[in-house]
């Protein structure tokens, strides 16, 4: 069974950091690129951040450039989301997606499978 799992969330104050971690099981997903996306309450999904089967590129939401890192160890089947400098407008459920290319990609129509998802609240 093809799995994504994320971890990491959790209730945090504004400033502080987090790395959201995302394990695939089932099946290697070294050939394929991966994605972060959340959900604010609310709001529609919305992409956050991808990264290349390579780990050579990586592309990330216009407005959240420059707090939010991801990268990936293939070896362990695993992505990573480190988020920086936490504000109350982070508050989502993040959720974990791979690719149907090993290409960056963007759009949520371009990802075939999805992790549950982890919580990230964030007081002021």
């Known amino acids: 069974q093809v799995q994504l799992t994320e971890s990491g969330g959790g209730l945090v104050q504004a400033g502080d950091s987090l790395r959201l971690t995302c394990v695939a099981s089932g099946r290697t997903f070294s050939n394929t690129a991966m994605g972060w996306f959340r959900q604010a309450p609310g709001k529609e999904r919305e992409f956050v951040a991808t990264?290349?089967?390579?780990?050579?590129?990586?592309s990330y939401a216009r407005a959240l450039q420059g707090r939010y890192t991801i990268s990936r160890d293939s070896a362990k089947n695993t992505v990573y989301l480190q988020i920086n400098n936490l504000s109350p407008e982070d508050t989502a459920v993040y959720y974990c997606a791979a690719a149907t290319s090993p290409d960056v990609q963007v759009s949520d129509t371009d990802y075939d499978t999805w992790g549950q998802g982890t919580q990230v609240t964030v007081s002021s």
């Open positions: 990264i290349s089967a390579s780990g050579l590129t990586s």
